[in-house]
Nanobody
Framework: QVQLVESGGGLVQAGGSLRLSCAAS????????MGWFRQAPGKEREFVAA????????YYTDPVKGRFTMSRDNARNTAYLQMNSLKPEDTAVYYC????????????????WGQGTQVTVSS
């Protein structure tokens, strides 16, 4: 089992930046890809970004390309999501995810989830 805990959310003005962290514990040696998802009020959860096990490959949804950067520090068992040039439409609960099976980075299936952290961007 892997446990994930997100942090770093908050309230920021449009154009500002936030850095989310996702701390993993438990059987972190079994983790493969990690990802970030988000869910806005009244909407379904959507994919935001993913990173390979080594951290060498990343993949982003089009609306965040060029603004968000995902990274991971395997020595610290932590993944990050640097969010720049934030927009009101980025407002959502952000969830960290991980999986313990190998899959192509664009595969949306994950079996471990954090509890989420709220990001609110004011206009």
């Amino acid at each position: 089992q892997v446990q994930l805990v997100e942090s770093g959310g908050g309230l920021v003005q449009a154009g500002g930046s936030l850095r989310l962290s996702c701390a993993a514990s438990g059987r972190t040696d079994t983790m493969h890809n990690m990802g970030w998802f988000r869910q806005a009020p009244g909407k379904e959860r959507e994919f935001v970004a993913a990173i390979s096990r080594s951290g060498s490959n990343t993949y982003y949804t089009d609306p965040v390309k060029g603004r968000f950067t995902m990274s991971r520090d395997n020595a610290r068992n932590t993944a990050y999501l640097q969010m720049n040039s934030l927009k009101p439409e980025d407002t959502a609960v952000y969830y960290c995810a991980a999986r313990n099976f190998a899959a192509e980075i664009r595969t949306p299936n994950y079996n471990y989830w954090g509890q989420g952290t709220q990001v609110t961007v004011s206009s």
